[in-house]
């Protein structure tokens, strides 16, 4: 085998540089690339972890001494609800037509489903 043969079948560094470099060369501008999906699922994580903190206090009532324990996490998740309402309506018309339309939709799904579960746990925790 001679090196040209060798230097196309080994990797090294300097051919692994060349390729990111020709690759960053070659990108659309950033103004003409479609947008990235990790928004989209760190909202959905975060509409999750609401929905459960919720469903937690819910499920918990019993075993809380005082009403102050739940009210907090109440008030931080209705926050929450607020910000993720807000920016996850945002999300889907950034993701209209574009690659992540269906995650924005799932997202939504995800914040209503939240978003029934704040009523929830305040009807149970009335007297």
């Known amino acids: 085998m001679d090196t040209i043969t060798l230097k196309q079948n080994f990797p ?4 692994y540089w060349e390729k990111r470099q020709k690759a960053r ?3 659309l501008p950033k103004h003409l690339r479609p947008p990235t999906l990790w928004p989209v699922l760190l909202q959905m994580a975060l509409n999750g972890g609401i929905a459960i903190t919720l469903l937690t206090i819910l499920l918990n009532k019993d075993d ?3 009403d102050a324990a739940p009210a907090i996490g109440m008030v931080i998740c209705t926050l929450l609800l607020i910000y ?21 939709l799932i997202n ?3 914040l209503g489903g ?11 925790y009335l007297p």
């Open 12 to 15: 090294t560094f300097v051919s």
């Open 25 to 27: 060369r070659n990108r």
């Open 64 to 66: 809380y001494v005082t």
């Open 84 to 104: 993720t309402v807000i920016s996850g309506i945002q999300l889907r018309n950034r993701y209209a037509d574009n690659k992540g339309e269906r995650l924005a």
């Open 108 to 110: 939504l799904w995800l």
């Open 114 to 124: 939240a978003f029934l579960c704040l009523p929830a746990v305040i009807i149970a």
